[in-house]
T-cell receptor
Framework: AQRVTQPEKLLSVFKGAPVELKCNYS??????LFWYVQYSRQRLQLLLRHISRESIKGFTADLNKGETSFHLKKPFAQEEDSAMYYC??????????????FGQGTRLTINP | GAVVSQHPSRVICKSGTSVKIECRSL??????MFWYRQFPKKSLMLMATSNEGSKATYEQGVEKDKFLINHASLTLSTLTVTSAHPEDSSFYIC????????????FGSGTQLSVL
């Protein structure tokens, strides 16, 4: 079974401070991990995925299979980063990706 | 980027009536569409996966006769909440995937259903 856990429902940091949103997963197969973001009054959108190993809007996330974690990090938070963040997981099969399962979400607030 | 249109954005209905929600991929062909339900301050709960031209696969605990899903074409999937009751009030979100990978998964803006 696929399971994603985001232990923090709310996270508040000051502008310019580092931010880390935690995500742990449980999956016996080969996982594909994602971070999605939902800004106020906007739809859910993909932020980044572990396969691409990219940095988007200053955010990075490294898949740690030993700790089954995929924490989202940014060294210097900006006010426009305030949003709801969801960690998501899908299994990756030969025939394609499986369904996407979401964590509970973390509401990030950046204080000025 | 790719656009998924979900309609209506908000609907209020009387208990016992049926409500249909549409999800359209506007500029790509969606081989797979997903329907989620989101409770206030909760995560997105996957209800079902639908592939064009075949029956939807429902998640455990989701009543298939209650939530009818039709994926008649590569650009349209519909979710019909039949005989709606107040406990069906929720935020429903669709997503459409182009191809086989979740990197090309795009979300609709959601439908707030309120059953009186």
């Amino acid at each position: 079974a696929q399971r994603v856990t985001q232990p923090e429902k709310l996270l508040s940091v000051f502008k310019g401070a580092p931010v880390e949103l935690k995500c742990n997963y449980s999956y016996s197969g080969s996982p594909e991990l994602f971070w999605y973001v939902q800004y106020s009054r906007q739809r859910l959108q993909l932020l980044l995925r572990h396969i691409s190993r990219e940095s988007i809007k200053g955010f990075t996330a490294d898949l740690n299979k030993g700790e089954t974690s995929f924490h989202l990090k940014k060294p210097f938070a900006q006010e426009e980063d305030s949003a709801m963040y969801y960690c998501a997981l899908s299994g990756l099969l030969k025939q394609g990706a499986q369904k996407l399962v979401f964590g509970q979400g973390t509401r990030l607030t950046i204080n000025p | 980027g790719a656009v998924v249109s979900q309609h209506p954005s908000r609907v209020i209905c009387k208990s016992g009536t049926s409500v249909k929600i549409e999800c359209r991929s506007l500029d790509f062909q969606a081989t797979t569409m997903f329907w989620y339900r989101q409770f206030p301050k909760k995560s997105l709960m996957l209800m079902a996966t639908s592939n064009e031209g075949s029956k939807a696969t429902y998640e455990q605990g989701v009543e298939k006769d209650k939530f009818l899903i039709n994926h008649a074409s590569l650009t349209l999937s519909t979710l019909t909440v039949t005989s709606a009751h107040p406990e069906d009030s929720s935020f429903y979100i669709c997503s459409a995937r182009e191809g086989r990978l979740n990197e090309k998964l795009f979300f609709g803006s959601g439908t707030q259903l309120s059953v009186l």
